[in-house]
């Protein structure tokens, strides 16, 4: 069977569970506006070729990539369909349907109404078309391929967890030698994380628990998990519901199907840190460990690798030189920009997906220092009211975190760290 021409993914997907003839693929609700889709991964010990790729080979037959007698490719069948469906307009992935942690996983998808759709166009999703002029699939990149492929092998390797490597406050050790009494990482592991859509906040959310937080769009995660609320604090997105344009609400959506498993964030009293587990890309800019100044190129976040995008000493270094008069005040907050670049602070407003996260102690230091350097310029009376303790505590803190060499690595850092799903 071969793709002739016109022939579109959703007619061609209708016809297949229409069949009936693959295990696993069926209509979700009576109405058949969605419908759910096998999606075991390889590594599995009962995973069935046969059975648990046979859609994803025959949408390889259908578009003329696979003959019988060609070498078996399921991860490469699989990700050329999941390309398929996540590019085009008539599907959107239903991420708090599915059911990724059962025996038998399966993902869900809407059928786009074709009036919503029309409200989309012009958005930055493109859509190939036919001779015709109607839209199509459009297929996957060799780059696209080879990423989705390489994700779709790590998540078939079962040798570690999602979380950090140590499940304590110690997995961090940056200093050899304990840090000195007063200094407690409970000072620390309190952030403030905020969520911007295309520029608007939308919501603010203050993570308290010691082990740090997961960020992820609401989905159901399976009984036990090891990243539950049990091990770490649940932070979600915002729902994209809550945007007001139709077309930055369709996209949105569409990226928040591309974060299902999310990010982990945790600090304490060296920095934050964050280990990215979801499959889109995410640049971030913040104060860094080998960086003198703030404002210097963001960086990309690798998948599965330990990242330290926050450092607590830089700060309270360039804390005291602005509290002399010396440098500009140090931004004690980090950004991320999910699925998009980010060339620079300035370009934030426009992006669609902006989270923001910073230390509620780097912040209270901050308002602390401001109110000095205010009482120092104004030389009004009132001001000598400024907190005393805060103020101690602040240097105190200083104190202690420049008293340190800072290394250039971590030896427990565990980069490319296997995951499971």
Partial sequence: MSNSGGRRLKQWL???????QYSGLQWEDES???FRIPWKHAGKQDYNQEVDASIFKAWAVFKGKFKEGDKAEPATWKTRLRCALNKSPDFEEVTDRSQLDISDPYKVYRIVPEEEQKHCKGSMMPMATTSSGDPTEMDCSPAEIEELIKEEESCSIQASPEYWPQ???NAFPLHQEPMPSGTSNSVFSQLMISFFYGGKLMHNTLVTHPEGCRISPQQHLGRGALYSSDSMQSVHFPPAELIEYDRQRYVTRKLLGHLERGVLV????EGIFIKRLCQSRIFWSGLREASSQYNSMPGKLERDAVVKIFDTGRFYQALQLYQEGQIPAPDPTVTLCFGEELSDLNSSKSKLIIVQISIVNCQH???????????????NPTMEMCDDVATEQMARIYQDLCSYSVPQRSPCYRDN???TV
Avoid: G, H, K
């Fill in 167 to 169: 499940a304590n406050i």
């Fill in 32 to 34: 058949r506006t969605m």
């Fill in 365 to 379: 230091m901050l308002e602390t220092v401001n109110m000095r350097r205010s009482q120092q310029y104004s030389n």
């Fill in 266 to 269: 945790r600090a304490n009293q």
């Fill in 14 to 20: 209708m016809e297949q569970i229409q069949s009936a």
């Fill in 417 to 419: 760290m296997p995951i």
